[in-house]
């Protein structure tokens, strides 16, 4: 079964920094794209970063570059999200997803985690 | 610049059937999307990819209620036979190399 579990969240003063973790199970993690993906309170759907399976493709959303670094270490399952120079507009559940690599689905984001709640104030 | 339309909200009644319609900018109605399902205070799901010509290709366990259809930039979900847990949010997603896109949601009520 694949499992996604973020971890990390919590609460930070604005400016501050804080990293997000995504451990993945159920799946031969270092086959696939991963992503991030945000959702700020009673709002919808934001995408934030994406990886390749290697780390050689990083992809970020204007508003988060320069801030955020999304990383993976594929001996660990893991993926990251280190968020610096953080606003109170990154406040937010983030979510890992994994991005399908079939020929059925491929490109879509397939697997989602439960989130971790990033709080940004002071 | 890629953007991704949909109703704010939809309502039907249990055991009919509703069309969630999601609209692709213009110069963009090639691309594929996906539909994603949101329950209240859950984590999205992945319901299904959707291809320009219709066909479309189900997450694992996704009941045979939800289909997906295309007709030029629009990309149909339609989910028949209604219960009382597909009252849910509802979002198109589409994609390039370098990006991602979300539309901003539909708000299904079952009544």
């Known amino acids: 079964e694949v499992q996604l579990v973020e971890s990390g969240g919590g609460l930070v003063q604005p400016g501050g920094s804080l990293r997000l973790s995504c451990e993945a199970s159920g799946f031969t993690f270092s086959s696939y794209w991963m992503t991030w993906v945000r959702q700020a309170p009673g709002k919808g759907l934001a995408w934030v970063a994406k990886m390749n399976q290697d780390g050689s493709q990083k992809h970020y959303v204007d508003s988060v570059k320069g801030r955020f670094t999304i990383s993976r270490d594929n001996a660990k399952n893991s993926l990251y999200l280190q968020m610096n120079s953080l606003r109170a507009e990154d406040t937010a559940l983030y979510y890992c997803?994994?991005?399908?690599?079939?020929?059925?689905?491929?490109?879509?984001?397939?697997?989602w985690g439960q989130g971790t709640l990033v709080t940004v104030s002071s | 610049q890629l953007v991704l339309t949909q109703s704010p909200s939809a309502s039907a009644s249990l055991g009919a059937s509703v069309n969630l319609t999601c609209t692709l900018s213009?110069?963009?109605?090639?691309?594929?999307i996906a539909w994603h399902q949101q329950q209240p205070e859950k984590g999205p799901r992945y319901l299904m990819k959707?291809?320009?010509?219709?066909?479309?290709s189900k997450g694992d366990g996704i009941p045979d209620r939800f289909s997906g259809s295309s007709s030029g930039a629009e990309r149909y979900l339609t989910i028949s036979s209604l219960q009382s847990e597909d009252g849910a949010d509802y979002y198109c997603q589409t994609w390039g190399t370098d990006f991602s896109v979300f539309g901003g949601g539909t708000k299904l009520t079952v009544l």
């Open positions: 213009s110069g963009h109605s090639t691309y594929a």
């Open positions: 997803a994994r991005v399908c690599s079939s020929t059925s689905c491929y490109a879509a984001d397939d697997f």
């Open positions: 959707l291809n320009t010509d219709g066909s479309h």
